[in-house]
Antibody, heavy 119, light 108 residues
Framework: QLQLQESGPGLVKPSETLSLTCTVS??????????WGWIRQPPGKGLEWIGN???????YYNPSLKSRVTISVDTSKNQFSLKLNSVTAADTAVYYC???????????WGQGTLVTVSS | DIQMTQSPSTLSASVGDRVTITCRAS??????LAWYQQKPGIAPKLLVY???YLEIGVPSRFSGSGSGTEFTLTISSLQPDDSATYFC??????????FGQGTKVEIK
């Protein structure tokens, strides 16, 4: 059974870089026909798509975040990662990693991790 | 960018009622539209993909319809367990996906 687990600091200072990793178990990222994604949800608000990455390293980003976001994949560790630089309080959110259902929407999700931006 | 407008933002209905939630896209997304259910503190759960295909294990009281720019999620007979927030997601192109703002469904 596929499992995804987000990990990383729960507190980041303003202007610094938020870094999260999603570790995949029960399935391989390498050569898989799926896109792996990051989504966030500010407390009490809706979902925001951050971006997707393919095992080959091909990435797609939300245009509103594109200048600050990098998503990468490490197939040797079966992980993919999110970096968001120059963070502000508006980036405080629960961050989810997820896998799509192959040419489809996200089906499998991590449990989410709360990242707070505060000094 | 494709914008998704979801309505209503909240609704209150009784057990057994038929409930409909709508998502409108700012341009055609063909049938690349999904619906999710989210309960507090839990990751979203996929209910419907490709506008009308029910994900395995989802109760048959849920159904999706529509194409192009207008889509609906219908709960044919509302159950207490359906109290949640529902989101649509357009995934017409891998280069840009967009969620709707969400609809909170409350049981009277």
């Amino acid at each position: 059974q596929l499992q995804l687990q987000e990990s990383g600091p729960g507190l980041v200072k303003p202007s610094e870089t938020l870094s999260l990793t999603c570790t995949v178990s029960g399935g391989s990222i390498n050569n898989s026909p799926y896109y792996w994604g990051w989504i966030r949800q500010p407390p009490g608000k809706g979902l925001e798509w951050i971006g997707n990455v393919y095992y080959s390293g091909t990435t797609y980003y939300n245009p509103s975040l594109k200048s600050r976001v990098t998503i990468s994949v490490d197939t040797s560790k079966n992980q993919f990662s999110l970096k968001l630089n120059s963070v502000t309080a508006a980036d405080t959110a629960v961050y989810y990693c997820a896998r799509d259902r192959s040419s489809g929407p996200y089906r499998d999700w991590g449990q989410g991790t709360l990242v707070t931006v505060s000094s | 960018d494709i914008q998704m407008t979801q309505s209503p933002s909240t609704l209150s209905a009784s057990v057994g009622d038929r409930v409909t939630i709508t998502c409108r896209a700012s341009q055609s997304v063909n049938s690349w539209l999904a619906w999710y259910q989210q309960k507090p503190g839990i990751a979203p759960k996929l209910l419907v993909y490709k506008a009308s295909y029910l994900e395995i294990g989802v109760p048959s009281r849920f159904s999706g319809s529509g194409s192009g720019t207008e889509f609906t999620l219908t709960i044919s007979s509302l159950q207490p367990d359906d109290s949640a927030t529902y989101f649509c997601l357009q995934y017409n192109s891998y280069s840009s996906w967009t969620f709707g703002q969400g609809t909170k469904v409350e049981i009277k």
